[in-house]
C-alpha cells in the first residue's frame, strides 16, 4: 500500500481532487449491477458468475462507492465497500490458478475494501477516501500484472 503523510486539510484536498479525477473515468457506467436470479425449485440452478461478470459487478460496486464519496453518503459508502468484501471472500474459487501477485493484490483489495467499511460507518470521509484509493490502486495493479503477463 502507497501511504502519503499529509496533514488534515491536505488529506481531504488531496482526497478531493483525487476522487474528482476517478470521477470522470467511470461517469458513464450504469448504477446498479443486475441481482442473481435463483431458479424456482426442480429447475436447473443458475451457473455461478465467470471472472468477467464478476470483475464488472466489482467495478460497478467501486463506481457507487466513488459516486457516494462525492456526495458523503456513508450508508452507500458502507454497503458497497462490504458488498466488494463479500464479493472478493465468495470468489476465492476463482484465485487457484492465480500467482502469487495475484493472491497479494486479492488481499489488498479485500483489506482495503474491509477498511473502507469501517471508516463509512464512522463517518470518516477521509478515511474512506484513503482507503478507496488503497482500493483502486490494488486494482490496477493487478490489471497491470495480468495485461503484462499476456504480453509475454
Same mark, same amino acid.
Given at each position: 500500500m502507497i501511504r502519503v503523510h499529509l496533514s488534515h486539510r491536505g488529506l481531504r484536498s488531496a482526497g478531493i481532487i483525487t476522487?474528482?479525477?476517478?470521477a470522470c473515468m467511470y461517469w458513464s457506467v450504469a448504477?446498479? !449491477?443486475?441481482?442473481l436470479r435463483i431458479a424456482p425449485a426442480g429447475q436447473q440452478p443458475? =451457473? /455461478? !458468475?465467470?471472472?468477467a461478470q464478476v470483475m464488472r459487478v466489482k467495478?460497478?460496486?467501486? =463506481? /457507487?462507492?466513488l459516486?457516494?464519496?462525492t456526495m458523503e453518503d456513508y450508508k452507500t459508502l458502507q454497503e458497497n465497500a462490504e458488498s466488494?468484501?463479500?464479493?472478493?471472500?465468495?470468489t476465492e474459487f476463482l484465485r487457484a490458478y492465480k500467482t502469487e501477485e495475484y493472491e497479494f493484490q486479492a488481499l489488498?483489495?479485500?483489506?482495503a475494501a474491509e477498511t473502507l467499511a469501517a471508516k463509512a460507518k464512522e463517518k470518516n470521509i477521509d478515511g474512506a477516501t484513503v482507503a478507496y484509493v488503497d482500493?483502486?490502486?490494488?486494482?490496477?495493479?493487478?490489471?497491470n500484472h495480468f495485461r503484462g503477463r499476456k504480453r509475454d
Open positions: 476522487v474528482l479525477s476517478l448504477d446498479e !449491477p443486475a441481482p443458475p =451457473q /455461478l !458468475p465467470n471472472e467495478l460497478q460496486r467501486a =463506481q /457507487l462507492i459516486q457516494a464519496l466488494l468484501v463479500r464479493i472478493s471472500r465468495a489488498v483489495f479485500q483489506k482500493m483502486t490502486i490494488s486494482c490496477v495493479a493487478c490489471h
